[in-house]
């Protein structure tokens, strides 16, 4: 009995964990004040993790268009700069501000430097990977194709995992808190302005359309 009520108290505590939003989280803005993620509810949300150095770095001029074309509609871009991929993400919160704002004009929020992957990484990006794992790199691309050779070589059983691969990879949450998409890196920007615009045109769930 004692089992059956440990085993039934776990199934719960995953039910729970499952039926969290993005809502439920807190981060750091840029300048390291805690932000709840509700502050957003009732907003289609892109929750990406970028760096500055790297060769999917320029995402930031197509990701500053999604945001000056939708962000009326209800878009909001979340920025989480993260230098766990080949250190492309150095320097300060100033810096990497600077350096977005005089490349890139970029006008949607930044947070502070993060971990994705490993024991310090990011409650919301725990989050995250849980409820959408690893979709593959594009073949057809060229530095897909490199990072697929670069990580198969390290782990050839790499793609079973939900970590974070790689910088700009992007998770689309509906206007309720729910995950619904992630994009691999290499995932062309098309698709992603095709699913914002399905998801801006829903409305936020209540309790009366639940």
Not at 26 to 55: E, F, P
Not at 145 to 171: H, V
Not at 182 to 196: F, G, L, N, S
């Amino acid at each position: 009995m004692k089992r059956f009520l440990l085993c039934l108290a776990a199934a719960a505590g995953l039910l729970s964990l499952s039926a969290r939003t993005v809502y439920d989280f807190s981060v750091k803005d840029a300048d390291g004040r805690t932000v709840s993620l509700s502050r957003y509810k009732g907003k289609v949300l892109l929750i990406v993790n970028t760096a500055t150095q790297c060769g999917f770095t320029p995402q930031y001029k197509e990701l500053e268009a999604l945001y000056q074309n939708y962000a009326k509609d209800g878009l909001e871009i979340l920025d989480f700069p993260c230098n766990q991929f080949g250190g492309q993400a150095p320097g300060t919160m100033q810096e990497i501000q600077r350096f977005c704002t005089e490349k890139y004009d970029t006008h949607f929020p930044r947070f502070e430097k993060i971990d994705v992957n490993g024991s310090n990484a990011s409650p919301l990006f725990t989050h995250l990977k849980s409820q959408k794992g690893f979709g593959g790199f594009d073949p057809t691309d060229r530095i897909g194709q490199l990072l697929d050779k670069m990580l198969r070589e390290k782990n050839p059983d790499y793609a079973k995992s939900s970590d974070i691969m790689w910088n700009f990879t992007k998770f689309l949450v509906s206007r309720d808190g729910r995950v619904i998409k992630r994009y691999e890196p290499t995932e062309k920007i098309q698709v992603i302005e095709a699913d914002v615009k399905q998801y801006l045109a829903k409305p936020a769930k209540t309790k009366k359309n639940k």
